[in-house]
């Protein structure tokens, strides 16, 4: 019986493979691309250069940056970043853990 249920299955999925193959050459055919759109959104890219002048002038936190353009997290901010033409190393930018001086038990 379980044998029966389990080729009932395998069925049903292979079914399912096809039919979304087809629908996603049936879009390719009329020239529809599927997947997230490369790039920077925009908006981003208009506040860039803003973006690139206050993070060279150092006198701001990511942090800070971050929240008056309203990004949403630190990667999206060296992407704008990245695209003013500012040039980021970005495991340097991040800040260092404390070391510890006490030896752990």
């Known amino acids: 019986m379980f044998q029966i249920f389990c080729a009932l299955a395998e069925h049903e999925r292979n079914v399912l493979v096809q039919r979304t193959r087809a629908g996603l050459q049936a879009a390719r055919a009329r020239g529809r691309q599927g997947g997230r759109p490369p790039g920077l959104a925009p908006r981003y890219q208009k506040v860039a250069p803003a973006v690139k002048e206050l993070y060279e002038a150092g006198q701001q ?3 800070q940056l971050m929240d008056y353009f309203q990004i949403g997290s630190r990667r999206t901010l060296y992407k704008i970043l990245r695209f003013a ?4 190393n970005e495991k340097s930018a991040l800040p260092a853990a404390k070391s510890v001086d006490k030896a752990l038990p």
């Open 61 to 63: 936190s990511t942090r």
């Open 85 to 88: 033409g500012c040039q980021i």
